[in-house]
């Protein structure tokens, strides 16, 4: 299985993995898809479109054993958990 073969990832988003050193799918499991949207923020130095963090919440919850669901399932999980942390 490649980054790609994962549900909601294409090239980009399997480009920005690797630039966050995840090679192989199952290098997700256990991940804080958080974590990662803000470790890429810091590599790049750039804001990222938040939705990329409900992609990467998206593809860890899969490899995970999470149903398939897209992106956009995670966006209101996402909103809650950063409108608490401010």
Known sequence: MRLEDIPNIGPSIADDLRALDIYEPAQLVGQDP???YRRMGEITGVAHDPCLCDT????VRFMEGG???????FTPER???LARQR
């Open 34 to 36: 958080y974590q990662l």
């Open 67 to 73: 149903p398939s669901r897209p992106w956009w399932y």
């Open 56 to 59: 990467f919440i998206a593809a």
């Open 79 to 81: 909103k809650a958990r």
